[in-house]
C-alpha cells in the first residue's frame, strides 16, 4: 500500500504543534504547501496465477478456522515476485469465537469475513485433515 497525498491543505488557526498536526492528520509538506492523504494504492497483483489463488484460498481458509473476521486488500500482502500471500494485522483471529458458516453475523459487525472458500487446495485439504 502506499499513500497518495494530492489534496492541498491548510494548517489550521491555533495549532501549537504543526509535526504532530500533520502526524495525526497524514499529511505531508511538499515545497511550502501542505497536502492531506486523499487515497492508497494498491500494488496490482496477478490473480491469474496460480500461487496467488492457493495463497488467496489458503488464507481464507486459514481466517474461517481462526475466525478472523477483518481481512481486506489492506491487511494481505502479496509478494510481487513470488506470489506468496501472506495475512497480516490478525488481531481479529482466535477471538470469542465465530461460527464458520455465519458470514452475515460477521458483516453485521461491520467486519471483511467472506466465509469458508468454494475450493481448497489438496495438499491444504491433507495438512488439516492429517492425512499427509
Do not use: C
Not at 24 to 43: D, E
Not at 47 to 55: A, R, S
Not at 67 to 75: E, I, P
Request: aromatic share 8%; charged share 30%.
Amino acid at each position: 500500500m502506499t499513500p497518495e497525498f494530492a489534496t492541498e491543505t491548510k494548517v489550521p488557526k491555533g495549532t501549537t504543534s504543526v509535526d504532530d498536526w500533520m502526524r495525526k492528520n497524514n499529511v505531508v509538506k511538499r515545497k511550502g504547501k501542505y497536502y492531506a492523504r486523499s487515497a492508497m494504492t494498491f500494488p496490482r497483483v496477478d490473480l491469474e496465477n496460480p500461487v496467488v489463488q492457493k495463497g488467496l484460498s489458503d488464507l481464507q481458509l486459514f481466517d474461517a478456522l481462526s475466525g478472523q473476521g477483518d481481512r481486506h486488500g489492506g491487511n494481505i500482502y502479496v509478494d510481487p515476485v513470488t506470489g506468496t500471500v501472506t495475512g497480516i494485522d490478525d488481531d481479529w483471529s482466535f477471538g470469542e469465537g465465530q461460527r464458520a458458516d455465519d458470514v452475515e453475523g460477521l458483516r453485521s459487525r461491520k467486519a471483511h469475513y467472506l466465509g469458508l472458500p468454494e475450493l481448497v487446495d489438496a495438499d491444504t485439504a491433507d495438512k488439516i485433515t492429517n492425512r499427509e
